[in-house]
């Protein structure tokens, strides 16, 4: 049976969102960063309505889990775990980059290539994948890369080097040495996010609401209270003062 998927991803500047029943899908790119907070949930809603569907009619909720954008990232999660505890829905957790891959791949790249994209502060997220009949292997997981020093290292083992993603264009004097195919304008569209949703159902990947957590790779950016405190008070203790 053909599953009835709804998949989303706010970890760029655009909410990509998807819905697939049967061989019928609706996708929907719309205006993210800041905006996908407020604006995620109707547009999911929205989507559901238009397919005629409700929450607890569909098999599972796709979700990009990152790397990409902080808030952006944790927004997705958020939203899934809501969706899909009020449903009692599993979720499947998606690989951001990977989706970017396979829109790379729709677009004519080969079945082996780097996804780098901007993780601001002159940094790119990047993985290295392949695609197989079983679907994408990962042979570099996403990590955190100075631009300049991953398209060195790209240019002495792939030639001509397969790159997606918008860091090409972010970071464009890094990688204006390397002789590479390219697709800056890859993403994680909604049509590559229902592929490897699809994918993901068919391998039993399904977990839990409570799975629905972000894939950070760098070092946080944010604090809770508890570890603001924690940090104070282990600060007091080094230097004396009373916490």
């Known amino acids: 049976m053909t599953p009835r998927l709804l998949v989303l991803d706010t970890a760029t500047e655009t909410l990509h969102i998807g819905l697939c029943r049967g061989e019928q899908s609706w996708v929907?790119?719309?205006?993210?960063?800041a905006l996908a907070s407020a604006s995620l949930l109707p547009a999911l809603m929205a989507l559901l309505a238009e397919a005629g569907l409700g929450l607890r009619e569909l098999d599972a909720i796709g979700c990009g889990r990152g790397p990409g954008a902080f808030t952006g990232v944790r927004a997705a999660c958020a939203v899934t775990q809501g969706l899909a505890f009020g449903a009692d829905r599993p979720v499947l957790m998606l690989d951001t980059l990977m989706a970017v891959a396979e829109d790379a791949h729709r677009q004519g790249a080969a079945d082996e290539l780097w996804v780098a994209v901007d993780a601001r502060m002159g940094e790119?997220?990047?993985a290295r994948y392949?695609?197989?009949?079983?679907?994408?292997?990962?042979?570099e997981a996403p990590a955190l890369h100075a631009p300049a020093a991953l398209a060195a290292r790209i240019a002495g083992e792939m030639s001509p080097a397969?790159?997606?993603?918008?860091?090409?264009?972010a970071h464009a004097q890094a990688w204006s040495g390397l002789r590479a195919a390219g697709w800056p304008d890859s993403a994680?569209?909604?049509?590559?996010?229902?592929?490897?949703?699809?994918?993901?159902?068919?391998?039993?990947?399904?977990?839990?609401?409570?799975?629905?957590?972000?894939?950070?790779?760098?070092d946080q950016v944010a604090q809770t209270t508890a570890e603001r405190t924690a940090q104070r008070a282990a600060q007091a203790a080094g230097s004396g003062v009373p916490s």
Do not use: C, H, M
């Open 28 to 33: 929907r790119a719309l205006p993210g960063g």
């Open 124 to 126: 790119a997220y990047a």
């Open 130 to 139: 392949r695609r197989t009949a079983a679907g994408w292997a990962v042979l």
């Open 162 to 169: 397969q790159v997606a993603g918008n860091s090409l264009n």
């Open 188 to 218: 994680p569209r909604a049509t590559a996010l229902l592929t490897l949703a699809r994918a993901a159902w068919a391998r039993g990947e399904q977990v839990d609401a409570a799975g629905a957590l972000p894939l950070y790779v760098r």
